[in-house]
Each structure stands twice: as C-alpha cells, then as structure tokens.
C-alpha cells in the first residue's frame, strides 16, 4: 500500500514471514523489509491471533521453522538454564477483560515449584486473592 502495509494490519505477520521465508527467491532484487518492520513495531496488537503471527517474523523465522527445532529438555535448559528442580520461580499474569460485559485488569504474583503447570500457577493466585482469582 506504499505506506508499508501488506495487507492489513492483521495479515502483516503472516505476510513477513512468507517474505522472510522465500527471501532468496525474490528476482531482480531484495525485498526491503524495514518500511513494512516499521509498521508492526509501532502497532499496538491486541488479537492474539495476530500477535502470534508476527512473533516469529520478528525473530527472523517463520512457521516453516518449527519443524527444524529441537525442543529436546537439554536443549531448553543449555539455552534458558532454570532453577534446579523444585526451586519456587515467582510467575507474574494478567486477566484483562476489555470486550464484553464488565472490563476488568487484575495482575498478580505467585510463587510455585519449577516446573508447575498453568493449573498450579492459577491455584496458587486463587489462594493469595480468592476474592479476584
């Protein structure tokens, strides 16, 4: 659209990965992605949908890239060590309501064993503030 825009604001994601992805194959020149980077980085995305579109294109990969990864234990640990087992992380979230009925935003802290589930992370809050959570 000139203005840097592929698409919609919403198909942008999408749109970068497929021309990160198939970069080499451009003819007969590079593509410029800066004006088009321009626009997601000063969008303020609220879909999750799209939010998980443009993620990997900001990180230089696409989809396709998935199946190259090794999500292996050791692998995760040698690249973002954690605590050792059964050591408490704090965990910090957020339920924000601004679509229907009454809009809310209540954020908390917890903290629970390394390696807890979302279950025990959402347990955890309902003891500190049963009244919220």
Sequence with gaps: KGSGVIGNIYSMGLAL???GATRQFY??????CTQA???VYSHDYHQPIAIAQVLPALVGRSYLDVTGLDCTPQDRHSLCPSPLPGA??????SIINKLQ???FNFSISVHVPNGSTLLKVLQAAEKKQPDVF
């Design 101 to 103: 009925g009454k809009h």
């Design 88 to 93: 408490l992380i704090s965990v910090h979230y």
């Design 27 to 32: 003819a007969p020149r590079e593509w410029d």
């Design 17 to 19: 990965q497929v021309l």
């Design 37 to 39: 980077f321009s626009v």
